[in-house]
Structures are given as structure tokens and as C-alpha cells.
């Protein structure tokens, strides 16, 4: 009759997962684009952002000067905001503190 030996393994071969890094990307105020413009090229941009909610962040950018359109991975982020950019609008991203 054999004899099984079973092993705790140690700790320390324990995997930490560390959460990626989010950006926000916000979107700045401008006195040149329609707000009918804006709340279409954040659709366009951003999949998945209704009209209702496209619309409270252009107001909000409207009515305090920057609005934040999304808390995402750096790499996405910058995606977004190079878009928003070359869709005529001013944005930029920061760390998610």
C-alpha cells in the first residue's frame, strides 16, 4: 500500500495580479463645433456611449470647461483621445489616481 504525501504549496510561488494602469480621457470646452457635432464624434469615438450619455459629458465640458469621457487602459485611452483630436476636438488624458 503506497503512501500519498501531499504538499501545501508555498507562497511564494503565488501569482500577484496587479490592475493595468487607467487613464482618464477628458474632453475641453471649445467655441467652435456644434454641441450636436460633439455629441456625435463621442458616439463615433467611444463605443458603447448612448446619446444621453454623450450628451451630459458635452455639457458638462460645456458648462465646466473639461468633461471626462472615459477611465480606461493607456493604451485605449490614448486611442480615444488621438480620435477625439482628429475629429476637430481638444482632449487629453491623465492618470486615474
Not at 501545501?8 to 463645433?33: C, E, M
Not at 470647461?65 to 490614448?78: K, N, P, Y
Amino acid at each position: 500500500m503506497a503512501t500519498e504525501i501531499l504538499t501545501k504549496p508555498s507562497s511564494s510561488t503565488s501569482t500577484v495580479r496587479k490592475h493595468a494602469p487607467r487613464y482618464r480621457v477628458l474632453l475641453h470646452n471649445d467655441d467652435f463645433n456644434s454641441m450636436e457635432y460633439v455629441v456625435q464624434t463621442i458616439m463615433k469615438t467611444v463605443a458603447g456611449i448612448t446619446q444621453p450619455q454623450a450628451v451630459n459629458i458635452m455639457m458638462e465640458a460645456h458648462n465646466s470647461g473639461v468633461a471626462l469621457v472615459i477611465t480606461c487602459a493607456l493604451e485605449h485611452a490614448e486611442f480615444y483621445c488621438e480620435t477625439l483630436k482628429n475629429h476637430g476636438l481638444t482632449s487629453t488624458i491623465e492618470p486615474d489616481e
